[in-house]
């Protein structure tokens, strides 16, 4: 008889919860879920099932309805679900709240994120980071539980006596630890705002976009590089530059962490070197995947955060990626419903957004490279013109 592996690591499974607020609707709520199962993806989780609830404002106790914590309880305990999953940022206080009634695992959304970042950070640079937005996130929900972080702070310094309770020394070595990561980073940043200066006269441009669009794709092909690239969010969190040439014009290309609808601040303020790479370019490339049936809302959620970031008025390329899974519906002739976004082809879209936008608009596949010498040449006449203009008296064979 062959023998089973009893030391396999079992799926962990989680359920999901969305609130609907008056300024939403089912549809849109579902996509929000959807995204969030995504994420959950991503981290290793399996959804097993999804609740929602509307809501006129979030439950102070427990962010959701006392029927609605009862029903997700009895199917958590029934079916033995290891981790709930809220759409929204819960407070300290819901959260602890929460995790007393179900006595399972409570992320949020902001938590949630986190936690892919911290899974996906590959270099020091990018740990640190994450490690800085998990304590900054982490201070005012302190309720006694982290006692474990004081083995990190050492033996010396201590202040205070035995009798000190024990949520304010947790609170301390976190406020310590913050500063630490803090002076930490500021180096860090010098460096890197030093390899940028030293980087010289090559105009610089980067790829900015929804996480998941496929930017590192373009980045390999515009670069002849082998950036890691993959199906899941947040495949790239350290800023990758690459030298590229395109004819005999130079250019300096860096692909950059993906955004995301409710990025947690924390992140946004931890990770200012890896944006800075963003506000610094000379030129955006911003990706979006055409193929999504949200992509509109993806697209203002990254010109937000460009908006956010002191980024937004920078040029922009805007190209459509992932033409090839681009699927629609064909309306029928007599059919009077509302025309939406899954009615429209490829041909609708193309007019509708090349028309009106003064920045150029591309079409484009980096799966199959179809019309990637198009994105070539609208790459290389912008940068010839930009640094012709940046430097006139260039001796130049262009």
Not at 98 to 126: M, N, P, S, V, Y
Not at 324 to 335: G, I, L, Q, S
Request: net charge neutral.
């Amino acid at each position: 008889m062959k023998e089973t592996n009893s030391t396999a690591i079992p799926t962990h499974t989680c359920v999901l919860m969305g609130v609907i607020n008056k300024l939403q609707d089912d549809g849109l709520a579902k996509e929000y879920l959807e995204e969030l199962a995504f994420l959950a993806e991503t981290y290793g989780l399996e959804t097993k099932k999804t609740f929602t609830q509307k809501l006129e404002k979030p439950d102070k106790a427990t962010f959701i309805g006392k029927g609605k914590v009862s029903e997700i309880k009895n199917y958590v305990l029934e079916n033995k679900i290891d981790v709930v999953i809220f759409d929204d940022e819960l407070s300290p206080s819901q959260q602890r709240n929460l995790e007393k009634e179900f006595g399972k695992k409570i992320l949020d959304r902001t938590t949630l994120i986190l936690e892919i970042f911290e899974q996906r950070a590959q270099t020091a640079h990018a740990k640190t980071q994450v490690q800085l937005a998990q304590y900054q996130y982490m201070l005012p929900r302190l309720t006694g539980m982290w006692t474990h972080l004081e083995r990190q702070r050492g033996g010396t310094g201590t202040r205070g006596g035995a009798g000190e309770k024990e949520i304010e020394t947790d609170r301390r070595i976190v406020r310590d630890k913050i500063a630490l990561l803090k002076e930490r980073l500021k180096e860090i940043d010098k460096q890197m705002a030093t390899q940028r200066k030293n980087r010289g006269e090559l105009i610089r441009v980067a790829l900015v976009g929804y996480t998941n669009v496929g930017k590192s794709t373009i980045m390999n092909l515009l670069s002849k590089s082998t950036v890691f690239a993959e199906n899941k969010l947040f495949a790239t969190l350290d800023t990758t530059v690459r030298k590229v040439t395109i004819d005999n014009v130079f250019f300096l290309l860096s692909d950059t962490v993906g955004f995301i609808r409710k990025l947690p601040t924390e992140l946004v303020e931890s990770f200012k070197s890896t944006l800075d790479e963003v506000r610094e370019a000379d030129l955006l490339i911003h990706v979006v995947d055409i193929s999504h049936k949200n992509f509109e809302d993806h697209l203002n959620v990254v010109k937000q955060t460009l908006q956010d970031i002191g980024a937004g008025d920078k040029p922009v390329i805007l190209v459509f990626n992932k033409i090839d899974a681009f699927t629609y519906t064909k309306k029928e002739d007599d059919d009077l419903t509302p025309t939406t976004r899954e009615n429209l082809s490829l041909n609708d879209i193309k007019n509708t957004w090349m028309k009106s936008l003064n920045n150029p608009c591309l079409f484009i596949s980096a799966q199959t490279k179809e019309n990637i010498e198009e994105l070539k040449k609208t790459v290389y006449d912008l940068v010839k013109e930009m640094h012709i203009k940046r430097y006139p008296y260039h001796n130049l064979l262009y």
